[in-house]
């Protein structure tokens, strides 16, 4: 594919190949760990169970309620797929060694890297959904049916700036060799940081402050209004918050990629292990 | 006549006990070295603690700060002896050990437990850490209402989650699909035995599940030692669970010896 | 073998009609059963004392066959016993009288010391506490490794591994020892050393069965060797006596290029001849013609070459790895 065909209408099409199809052979080919035997135990049952005991230490507690957990936890399960997928994604390229010849092909760097993440979206997407749908049945979690469309508005949003900072952590993982530590330590801080499972109030100034720059932050804070029946402009300001943040992330990995990239074939770092 | 034949060979009373110690304290050496394990029994059980404390502290404080210290710290516990002890024939195959360990002329069950006992004790870090963040960062009072049956509790319950350990590697090596299920063993168990909810707050029928697991009993007799109350009955319970556990484990290795032996699966082939 | 041994009756490791076959399945849809018979009926006797090769190419039933006589693998059919114990039914009590040599990159604890791993051991051998000391160093002092035992394994060579692989057998000083390829993947001065102690433990009494393929080995450090292929002993006897089996055969050696697998057909079919065996090496190939009155047959080999390019032909006595080759290439 020459550089002339990039531009104009054909190249706009090998753009949207490169990033459907593209992307979804290689997540194919690198979630090599979803057979049926492993997909529901890690991705719909222990999201489950995850739900279920922070419902009941907010009943421990005397913390929040039903709904705030549900929707917490719910769409926090979104971030799973988001960070741990995307950054398989990128380490396993490199311990394959496919990652050269990737990158030795012309293909706009652009596609290649969000078609990795369209999957991983619609992974997260999918388990949120989930939770929500099992909460219902079992918890008795009823949100506010006018907020629904909204509600779903702000999960996909929630699940694209999970995909983009997860992608940022698979960017560092072009260099760093343990990125699963660093990926391990991001979801558990996330978990605590993000008012997930604690209300922000109750978090020190400054880790309330840092909190606004991560996703699910404000996606978490609009859905459990949505739910609530509380929607309109906070809610709204809250998902574009969240959409901001998300962009941002995914910015800052793309360019990430593109530096670590030009040094790593400066320093042949990528098919060191 | 060589050293080595002059050397007795200690009958098996006497040698069992001083196998089944020298292994626990090497393989709590190599643990105690392992990056994933401190992670596992360190990062971890801290957030989750902080959680746990952090709504402690904006909910209506009906339970002390120390009771969810104490759970965070058995949820440490119980996560390292889910990962490390699941998959503890596969590691020791996969490192080659098989082969050496079960050729030694003493029961493999006791080589096993051994190393499934080091692997548990490794969860005291959870525990020591948990109660020191309780202290430092929510500057909870940590002060121990029996500390001689604290003590006491906590080797009991580290003790009956190594023979726990020791049912589940065996049987995961044996049916193989149960494997992916460890991936979803933390959040029911902690869930289940309480570790951060009262008993009573959870549906009745799943207190029978409860009563099985060694947590429920060990996190019962740690918070009655700590916080005041009565340990030794869950103690007492802690310790029938644990030889439950022991019988079960024993039989469980014999099946895998054999199949290992007729299968040849000691080692890659 | 010594006569006492003979008279007395008594075998450290006789072996009765071995038998082992493994089920494999295959596939992932249709599972189908696949029986591979690896060990078909192997026999053998070890008397006391005794230093006994087994040789083979890889695949042959040496591993396997091993295996079972340390206890790790049941035998499925035949009488298999060590020091006049069933290695089925009295396990323990074979384990606590042998010692083995596997050898490897694996099966030590990476992470503790040389020392640790053999402390270790030495408490699962059962050797008495007060003993262990001085034991273990007496084991590090035989192997060489002393002096290096603190450091941990996982910074080992694979010599200073094997060495250590060989300290843990010696440990609990056992009567009988068996060798799965003890020198294999170590340097030639490490292999030399092994093979030094493998022979000094053989004077001081020790039984040994060693396996390997490197023909001089098994001819330099072995009272007796069998041979086995394809699970079944194809030859037994000292070495001189393996050689001696192929004494009225000469090797007829031809460096050429280009020879077809037809030419070695009609080698093979000509009257006198033994067995044809061709090595490549780089660009040229070595063809090995094994036949009585070599000298005779040379002119007919030449007229069998013609049109290939022959740069030497020549004709020398047989050693024990032609021996060995003719034995293993029959059926």
């Not at chain 2, 360190?42 to 339970?63: C, E, H, K, W, Y």
């Not at chain 3, 910074?155 to 056992?174: I, T, V």
Request: aromatic share 8%; with cysteine; net charge positive.
């Amino acid at each position: 594919m020459s550089a002339v065909a990039l531009t104009g209408r054909a190249g706009w099409d090998h753009f949207w190949r490169v990033f459907l199809i593209g992307g979804l052979i290689s997540y194919r080919a690198l979630f090599y760990w979803i057979s049926p035997w492993q997909y529901i135990p890690t991705m719909l049952a222990a999201p489950l169970f995850q739900i279920l005991f922070f419902v009941y230490l907010g009943r421990s507690t005397g913390v929040g309620s039903t709904s705030f957990f549900v929707v917490g936890n719910s769409i926090q399960i979104c971030s799973m797929a988001g960070i741990y997928g995307m950054t398989m994604a990128i380490s396993n390229e490199r311990q394959f060694q496919t990652l050269s010849p990737i990158l030795a092909t012309p293909s706009n760097r652009l596609a290649i890297f969000l078609g990795r993440g369209l999957p991983v979206l619609i992974t997260g997407f999918q388990t949120t959904c989930f939770g929500f749908l099992v909460s219902a049945l079992i918890l008795g979690f009823r949100p506010d049916p006018g907020s629904l469309p909204l509600l779903a508005v702000a999960v996909v949003v929630t699940a694209a700036s999970c995909t983009g900072f997860g992608m940022a952590l698979g960017s560092v993982g072009l260099r760093v060799r343990d990125v699963f530590l660093i990926s391990n330590i991001a979801y558990f801080a996330v978990l605590l940081v993000c008012g997930v499972e604690v209300p922000l109030s109750q978090l020190p100034g400054g880790v309330r402050a840092m909190a606004q720059f991560l996703p699910l932050t404000h996606g978490i804070a609009a859905g459990r209004l949505l739910a609530a029946g509380r929607g309109g402009g906070t809610a709204v300001a809250d998902i574009l918050l969240e959409l901001a943040v998300g962009v941002a992330w995914a910015a800052f990995a793309y360019l990430l990629f593109r530096y670590f990239e030009r040094s790593g074939r400066r320093t042949g770092a990528f098919d060191r292990l | 006549m060589s050293a080595g034949r002059a050397a007795a060979q200690l009958g098996p009373p006497l040698r069992w006990p001083r196998v089944l110690v020298v292994g626990w304290f090497y393989q709590l050496k190599m643990q105690a070295q392992s990056g994933f394990m401190i992670m596992t029994a360190l990062v971890q059980p801290l957030i989750f603690a902080t959680i746990a404390m952090a709504d402690q502290q904006a909910g209506n404080r009906s339970l002390p700060i120390l009771f969810y210290a104490l759970g965070a710290g058995i949820m440490g516990i119980w996560s390292t002896v889910v990962f490390g002890c699941g998959g503890v024939i596969s590691w020791q195959r996969h490192q080659g050990m098989l082969e050496p360990l079960v050729m030694a002329p003493v029961p493999f069950v006791l080589v096993l437990m051994g190393i499934t006992l080091g692997t548990a004790t490794v969860g005291l870090y959870s525990m020591g850490a948990t109660l020191l963040w309780a202290a430092v960062v929510f500057r909870a009072h940590v002060q121990l209402a029996d500390p001689l049956a604290f003590i006491l509790a906590a080797v009991v319950t580290v003790v009956s989650l190594g023979l726990l350990g020791l049912v589940m590697g065996s049987s995961f090596v044996l049916y193989r699909n149960s494997n992916s299920i460890s991936n979803m063993l933390e959040y029911p168990v902690w869930l289940v035995t309480g570790l951060l909810v009262p008993l009573s707050l959870l549906p009745g029928w799943t207190h029978p599940l409860a009563y099985v697991l060694a947590p429920t009993w060990g996190v019962q007799a740690l918070r009655a030692a700590a916080l005041g109350g009565q340990p030794l009955p869950d103690l007492g319970w802690c310790l029938l669970a644990s030889l439950a556990y022991l019988a079960l484990g024993v039989w469980l290795v014999g099946r895998v010896e054999v199949r290992a032996r007729s299968a040849a699966t000691l080692t890659f082939q | 073998m010594s006569t006492a041994a003979v008279t007395r009756g008594e075998f450290a490791i006789e072996v009765e009609d071995l038998r082992r076959t493994y089920r494999t399945t295959t596939g992932t849809l249709r599972r189908r059963r696949l029986e591979v018979e690896a060990v078909r009926g192997v026999s053998l006797h070890v008397a006391r004392g005794e230093l006994f090769g087994l040789l083979g190419p890889n695949g042959a039933g040496k591993t396997t066959t091993i295996r079972v006589l340390c206890t790790l693998l049941l035998p499925t059919s035949g009488r298999v016993m060590v020091q006049g114990l069933d290695v089925v039914q009295s396990a323990r009590e074979v384990r606590r009288q042998i010692g083995y040599v596997f050898g490897g990159d694996r099966g030590l604890y990476d992470r503790l010391s040389a020392l640790d791993n053999l402390r270790y051991f030495a408490e699962l051998y059962g050797l008495e506490p007060r003993r262990h000391r001085a034991r273990i160093g007496e084991v590090l002092e035989q192997v060489g490794l002393a002096g290096r035992e603190r450091e941990r394994v996982e910074g080992f060579s694979r010599g200073m591994r094997q060495r250590l692989h060989l300290a843990r057998g010696l440990l609990h000083d056992p009567p009988v020892l068996f060798f799965d390829e003890p020198t294999i993947g170590v340097d030639p001065v490490g292999a030399r050393e092994v093979r030094q102690l493998v022979a000094d433990l053989s004077r001081a009494g020790k039984t040994i069965l060693l396996t390997t393929h490197y023909m001089f080995e098994a001819d330099s450090l072995c009272n007796r060797i069998a041979v086995i292929s394809k699970g079944q002993i194809v030859a037994e006897g000292t070495p001189q006596a393996l050689k001696a089996a192929v004494s009225d055969v000469t090797v007829v050696e031809i460096e050429a290029y280009g020879v077809a697998d037809p030419v070695l057909d009609s080698m093979r079919a000509l009257d006198g001849v033994d067995s044809v065996t061709m090595e490549t090496r780089d660009q040229a190939q070595l063809v090995l013609v094994q036949a009585r009155e070599a000298s005779l047959l040379t002119g007919r080999l030449l007229q069998l070459l013609e049109g290939v390019r022959v740069e030497r032909i020549g004709t020398r006595e047989p050693t024990l790895e032609d021996a060995y080759v003719a034995l293993v290439t029959a059926g």
